[in-house]
DNA sequence: TGAAAGATTACCT
DNA sequence: GGTAATCTTTCAG
């Protein structure tokens, strides 16, 4: 077991972007009946004020009003009507931007994962946001929670070392497409996309 | 009430 | 590297 305490509200930054970079390096914990499952964030993308890509960016509907709860809740969706995406709600209440987290490096309840996923190459577990979400067992039923406090679903700093932090365009949008919006774990395996978009 | 798009994934060649 | 699968949400009429 890793040191580790969940994150303060006011540890936050203010700003979607740098709450994208700051999460890289932290855990997503789950704590489900079976044990706990957690893994280190290694890719993120921020959907900031203003962005045509952002759910929030026509106001709040029944959908996306998790986003608008102020910053640490969890905003959980259905893309495709196959994957949920987990997102970490950011900036003051009533904004509407978030966090979209889109890999995880595998770390507690590991052999949980490999049974929600149904596959057993640690890789591909997390590498993704349907993916990590699938692997953690993450739907609705999380959508709105409180994502500083210790519970289903929380989010945690440990002593790890900061990570060598890349940036790059988001993937698998169409509005807004060329905003350097991503971040992301240079060098790590678990990390989504091509090698061409993860110099 | 209908239609279109969508922050993806898995499987095929 | 290309494409089908799949279904909810949102916006137009």
């Known amino acids: 077991m890793t040191i580790r305490r969940p994150l ?3 540890e936050l930054p203010d700003d979607t972007a740098s709450l994208a970079r700051t999460l890289i390096g932290k855990l997503v914990v789950r704590e489900l009946p079976e044990g706990i499952a957690s893994g280190r964030i290694v890719e993120t993308e921020a ?3 203003g962005d045509a890509a952002g759910h ?3 106001g709040m509907t029944s959908r996306n009003r998790s986003l ?3 910053p640490g809740h969890a905003y959980v969706y259905l ?3 196959i994957s949920y995406m987990l997102n970490v709600s950011s900036e003051m209440p009533g904004i509407g931007t978030g966090v979209l987290i889109r890999a995880l490096e595998p770390l507690e309840g590991i052999a949980i994962m490999r049974l929600n996923r149904g596959i057993e190459r640690l890789r591909d577990l997390a590498r993704g946001p349907g993916k990590l ?3 953690l067992r993450i739907d609705r039923s999380l959508d709105g929670i409180d994502l500083c406090r210790e519970g289903p679903l929380w989010l945690a700093i440990d002593d790890h070392q900061a990570d060598d932090i890349g940036q ?3 993937i698998g949008i169409t509005k807004d497409a060329d905003r350097p919006l991503r971040f992301y774990v240079r060098g790590s395996p678990f990390v989504s996309g091509t090698r061409s978009l993860n110099p």
Do not use: C, M, P
Request: no cysteine.
């Open 8 to 10: 303060v509200r006011s």
């Open 47 to 49: 959907y900031v004020a």
């Open 56 to 58: 929030g960016y026509r």
């Open 68 to 70: 608008f709860l102020g």
């Open 79 to 81: 893309a495709y009507g």
């Open 133 to 135: 979400a699938q692997a």
């Open 168 to 170: 790059g365009i988001r």
